[in-house]
């Protein structure tokens, strides 16, 4: 089974411009997510996908493999699935977020491994632990499984809505996703479904086609950066570690 990590990364940022070549303690951040990444065992190969020179230039200063998409890509999955197309003899496809400089290299071989089962699903991601701080925050996505570990539904609301105490602990979902590259290709054609349009959420339109994505639980930390703030803290913490 040959396993590939995309990281797509572009230039242009609404609360962040320029995101992927902001500095962490010395490097550009897409550089970061790329190290991290390459950590990781289970891929046989990882390539930073972009529409913009100045990133492709930077992954190739720093020795990274890197290809030009289109401009014009309404989501991130239509970019996943160019690159996807120009790739023979892939099974599965990592998609990595290019502002996730702290992300487990672990959890990429884990979602990777999924794919190498009878029962494997069409597509998986993972979910960590939710605070009471993210409970009303919209930025933190809300994950609901079944027992077998599925994601039932994705929300921008606390879900399920605590009428006494949760049974279980929420679970807030982290962005990165595995799909077997025929998978993906297919979902990069389908039509935007009512909820994911209603949540701005494009992972419900898999739900939505009745499509199964299996949910990875971690306990690991992310710090992902959409803000300044967030840039600064992670700062501190590459810092702290002296990586």
Request: hydrophobic share 40%; aromatic share 6%.
């Given at each position: 089974?040959?396993v590939?990590?995309?990281i797509?990364?572009?230039y242009?940022s609404t609360?962040l411009?320029?995101?992927?070549l902001a500095?962490?303690a010395g490097?550009?951040?897409?550089?970061?997510?790329?190290e991290?990444?390459?950590k990781?065992?289970?891929?046989?190969?990882?390539i930073?996908a972009?529409?913009?020179?100045?990133v492709?230039?930077?992954?190739?200063s720093?020795?990274?493999?890197?290809?030009m998409?289109?401009?014009?890509?309404?989501?991130?999955?239509d970019r996943?699935?160019?690159?996807?197309?120009?790739?023979?003899?892939v099974?599965?496809?990592?998609?990595?977020?290019?502002?996730e400089?702290?992300?487990e290299?672990?959890?990429i071989?884990?979602?990777a491994d999924?794919f190498?089962a009878?029962?494997?699903p069409?597509?998986a991601?993972?979910?960590?632990?939710?605070?009471?701080?993210e409970?009303?925050?919209?930025?933190?996505?809300?994950?609901?499984c079944n027992?077998k570990?599925?994601?039932?539904y994705f929300?921008r609301?606390?879900?399920?809505?605590p009428?006494h105490n949760?049974?279980?602990?929420?679970?807030?979902h982290?962005?990165?996703?595995?799909y077997?590259?025929?998978?993906l290709?297919?979902?990069?054609?389908?039509?935007p479904?009512?909820a994911?349009?209603?949540?701005?959420?494009?992972?419900?339109?898999?739900l939505?086609?009745?499509?199964?994505?299996?949910?990875?639980?971690t306990?690991?930390?992310?710090v992902?950066?959409?803000?300044p703030?967030?840039?600064?803290?992670?700062?501190?913490?590459?810092?702290?570690q002296?990586?």
């Amino acid at each position: 089974m040959k396993v590939v990590c995309v990281i797509p990364a572009r230039y242009g940022s609404t609360r962040l411009p320029g995101k992927p070549l902001a500095d962490i303690a010395g490097k550009p951040m897409i550089q970061r997510v790329y190290e991290r990444v390459s950590k990781a065992k289970r891929p046989d190969a990882v390539i930073v996908a972009t529409d913009d020179r100045r990133v492709y230039d930077a992954v190739v200063s720093f020795g990274g493999q890197v290809v030009m998409t289109r401009n014009d890509h309404p989501t991130g999955t239509d970019r996943l699935a160019e690159v996807a197309e120009g790739l023979a003899d892939v099974d599965v496809i990592i998609n990595v977020q290019g502002d996730e400089p702290l992300i487990e290299p672990t959890l990429i071989d884990e979602l990777a491994d999924l794919f190498a089962a009878d029962d494997a699903p069409h597509m998986a991601t993972v979910g960590a632990p939710l605070t009471e701080e993210e409970y009303n925050e919209p930025s933190a996505v809300k994950v609901v499984c079944n027992k077998k570990g599925d994601a039932m539904y994705f929300s921008r609301s606390l879900i399920p809505y605590p009428r006494h105490n949760f049974i279980n602990s929420p679970l807030k979902h982290i962005g990165i996703y595995a799909y077997s590259k025929s998978f993906l290709l297919q979902y990069a054609t389908m039509e935007p479904t009512p909820a994911e349009q209603t949540e701005s959420l494009e992972q419900l339109r898999a739900l939505e086609n009745g499509y199964t994505i299996r949910v990875i639980p971690t306990q690991s930390c992310f710090v992902g950066v959409d803000t300044p703030e967030d840039l600064a803290l992670v700062n501190r913490i590459f810092k702290e570690q002296q990586v």
